[in-house]
């Protein structure tokens, strides 16, 4: 079992940043590739952006392309997402979730462990 916090959701202006942190704790080793998604009121979860064990390969969706920045770091279990020039169309509970293979895979059926999400909303 797997076990994700994140943290770093908040309340930010339009053309703002936030920094999500995921940490991971638990059957760690049985993990591959790593998630971010994001849920809009009335709206179907969306891939946001997606991360191999290694880092070598990162996917985006293309609303987030040049603004979103997925990292992680393997020492400390933790991914990130730093979001840049925010807009508010971004608003949405962010989740981060982890794969059991290591592709960069971008439907919620290929995520097994999933965290409670955090909000983050940008004003206008």
């Known amino acids: 079992q797997v076990h994700l916090v994140e943290a770093g959701g908040g309340l930010v202006q339009a053309g703002g940043s936030l920094r999500l942190s995921c940490a991971a704790s638990?059957?760690?080793?049985?993990?591959?590739?790593m998630g971010w998604f994001r849920q809009a009121p009335g709206k179907e979860r969306e891939i946001v952006a997606a991360?191999?064990?290694?880092?070598?390969?990162?996917y985006y969706a293309d609303s987030v392309k040049g603004r979103f920045t997925i990292s992680r770091d393997n020492a400390k279990n933790t991914v990130y997402l730093q979001m840049n020039s925010l807009k508010p169309e971004d608003t949405a509970v962010y989740y981060c979730?982890?794969?059991?293979?290591?592709?960069?895979?971008?439907?919620?059926?290929?995520?097994?462990?999933w965290g409670q999400g955090t909000q983050v909303t940008v004003s206008s």
């Open positions: 638990g059957d760690i080793v049985s993990t591959g590739a």
């Open positions: 991360i191999t064990w290694s880092g070598r390969t990162t």
């Open positions: 979730a982890a794969a059991r293979t290591n592709l960069v895979l971008t439907t919620t059926d290929a995520y097994v462990y």
